[in-house]
């Protein structure tokens, strides 16, 4: 029997706030325009995070894809960290669906990308070359054991972008995990990018949905890419009562699962074999690693004593999350230390 569940925070169930709240919605069809619900959530997460205008999709994964062909064309090319979820792990979408390649660039163990590397890659312009329209950033930076980047990071590499007249697209899955940390309003942390689209189903414990936000002009082009890669809804004011729920009295809460994570991560640095620095864990992300070509063993047998996780060849992920509190940490840690016993 699975006791505690740490693959992500995706995994999280609503609130009873929330599961009221999709009760009683008042709905439309969004498709029109006209989901009175879904308009104020809107409203709201432009608002808190400093953007004119925003549009409801159905996922993180959309939401960076619809931001990119919104702001590109065939044959464009976008900036983006080699180790960005962009990058590892949306299907290739937007060169798949518009045309777009990718040009990585190193990722630094923060999260950051170095101004140098956003400036060498911009391509001279070229008939024989694809045109560079575009830097993606990620906060929290999930491959970085959830790394928070602060506003003067951000401003950092957006303004290495803006000398070369690029477009700025924030991967802000877990950008209220960053406000938190950080102790700032989500406002100042998008101030320097030109879209920014957050997870409702992930820290902040909705059942599906994500929000984009940008200027006006780009949000009118977002709603027609949204459109044509079918992810217009209709009563979607279902589950957007759930995000107004999150964003007035979830927020805050990310501060426990921070905590937990910290409390995970310092136990697991004194289980022998895993290499861990604890004081590399900002948010609710814990990323380890093990011995070569242990990964699948040790989460398999971590799932035989009720704790499941996601696994690599030799490094781990465990997230804290709402649902999860210390007495399971507690039993966490017990189960690892269990294991890793067994491996010798």
């Known amino acids: 029997m699975i006791r505690v569940d740490l693959r992500s925070d995706t995994v999280t169930h609503p609130s009873a706030e929330m599961m009221r709240a999709m009760s009683e919605a008042e709905l439309g069809d969004d498709a029109y325009g006209d989901d009175p619900t879904v308009n104020r959530l809107q409203e709201k997460a432009a608002e808190m995070l400093g953007k004119d205008d925003a549009v409801f999709v159905a996922s993180g994964t959309m939401s960076n894809l619809v931001a990119i062909l919104a702001q590109t064309q065939r044959g464009d090319e976008i900036i983006v960290g080699d180790r960005a ?141 949204r459109q044509i890669v079918g992810g217009a809804m209709r009563q979607v004011g279902v589950v957007a009562a759930a995000g107004i729920v999150a964003l007035d009295s979830m927020v805050e809460r990310m501060a426990e699962d921070h905590a937990n994570a910290r409390q995970l991560a310092e136990g697991l640095a004194e289980i022998r074999g895993i290499g861990l620095d604890p004081d590399r864990i900002q948010t609710n992300i814990i990323r380890f690693d093990v011995p070569q070509d242990s990964g699948a063993r040790i989460a398999a047998g971590l799932e035989e004593e009720g704790v499941l996780i996601n696994s690599g060849a030799s490094d781990l992920r465990m997230v804290t999350h709402y649902g999860v509190g210390s007495r399971d940490i507690d039993f966490t840690l017990t189960a690892t230390a269990k294991v890793f016993a067994a491996l010798g």
Not at 167 to 196: I, K, M, Q, W, Y
Not at 205 to 217: F, H, K, M, N, Y
Request: hydrophobic share 40%; net charge negative; aromatic share 4%.
């Open 85 to 225: 979820h962009i990058f590892q792990n949306e299907a290739a979408g937007a060169s798949v669906l518009g045309g777009v390649s990718y040009h990585t660039v190193p990722n630094r163990d923060d999260g950051t990308i170095a101004e140098g590397d956003i400036a060498a890659a911009v391509r001279a312009r070229s008939h024989y070359k694809p045109l560079t329209r575009m830097l993606c950033l990620e906060n929290t930076h999930n491959m970085t054991s959830g790394a928070a980047i602060t506003a003067s990071d951000t401003k950092r590499m957006a303004d290495a972008a803006r000398m070369h007249d690029l477009r700025v697209h924030l991967d802000g899955a877990r950008l209220f995990n960053a406000a938190v940390a950080l102790e700032c309003p989500p406002a100042a942390l998008t101030a320097d990018v030109d879209s920014v689209g957050f997870c409702l189903s992930k820290g902040l414990s909705c059942p599906i949905g994500s929000v984009l936000c940008g200027d006006a002009e780009f949000i009118e082009e977002a709603r027609r890419w």
